[in-house]
């Protein structure tokens, strides 16, 4: 093992937990999972005692990370993306189908970042790191802090649900207009805003809707397993599909299409738009 970095705590308002203070602390876990991964694989010590996710920081502890050095990765990946906005503080880009933004495997969105966004010139600039994630089949915006503070705080505004998120999909049957879906996830309380923006006649499925989603949780598939609940489930969908209604071989109906929020460091009005895949143009000319 190596030393590979420490970090002193300053005084702070009031104590927290070391799983939420030591988020973007440290530049080689930017992340929460990251940070709960290390703490679980003991890489971390507060004033020399290995610490938990119970560990409290009150101010003015010395936190090390060591990590072994044969758990660093040693290739990078080079994987263009489209870059949607970008500032020294925090990224937005679009997230294709068929790839995982964070996890073990090599080829992820967040292994591409560092190839694909600026270099960073502030003091406490990182690896830049996804802040939320999307499924791997679905496309759209994935918002990117580049400083551990930008991390911070991006994490704790979708804690506070304080970003709004807008998806579409396509959608299987006959729905009404407009409506709410708050059936529990996995016993949790749950609450999707929907609207139809446009319905086609389809010889196959009947008919087809373009839908509007506002996601007002943040559960597990929540969008997919709410549409499917209600009996119209997204089109391309093999997890959650309606016997005889599988449409293979065109990927997933969901996308990400925007986010609005405002700008934590900047205080400015933020609106990030990622247009439509053209194969809702071929359904919805």
Do not use: C, W
């Amino acid at each position: 093992m190596e030393a590979n970095e420490t970090h002193s705590v300053p005084e702070i308002p009031e104590p927290q937990r070391l799983q939420e203070y030591g988020v973007g602390v440290f530049e080689a876990i930017p992340t929460k999972s990251a940070l709960k991964k290390a703490l679980k694989k003991k890489y971390i010590t507060v004033n020399g005692t290995i610490a938990t996710t119970a560990t409290l920081i009150t101010g003015g502890e010395h936190i090390t990370l060591s990590i072994p050095k044969e758990t660093r990765p040693k290739k990078q990946l080079v994987f263009p993306l489209q870059v949607l906005f970008e500032d020294e503080h925090l990224a937005a880009i679009h997230k294709p189908a068929g790839i995982e933004v964070s996890g073990n495997k090599f080829k992820t969105i967040a292994n591409a970042l560092p190839q694909n966004l600026q270099p960073n010139s502030l003091s406490n600039a990182t690896t830049p790191q996804p802040v939320h994630r999307l499924d791997y089949a679905t496309t759209g915006i994935v918002l990117v802090g580049k400083t551990s503070s930008s991390i911070r705080a991006l994490n704790k505004m979708f804690e506070d649900k304080t970003i709004v998120k807008t998806y579409y999909a396509v959608t299987i049957g006959k729905m009404k207009s407009k409506g709410a879906i708050t059936s529990e996830i996995d016993g949790k309380p749950s609450k999707t805003a929907y609207q139809v923006m446009e319905s086609v006649p389809s010889e196959r499925f009947g008919t087809l809707n373009l839908v509007q989603l506002h996601p007002k949780t943040g559960r597990r598939h929540q969008l997919r397993k709410h549409l499917f609940g209600l009996g119209h489930p997204i089109l391309g969908d093999k997890d959650y599909a309606l016997e005889g209604l599988i449409l293979r071989g065109k990927g997933l109906y969901l996308h990400a299409y925007s986010l609005e929020f405002e700008h934590p460091f900047t205080s400015e009005s933020i609106r990030i738009i990622g247009e439509l895949p053209e194969k809702y143009r071929k359904i919805f000319p």
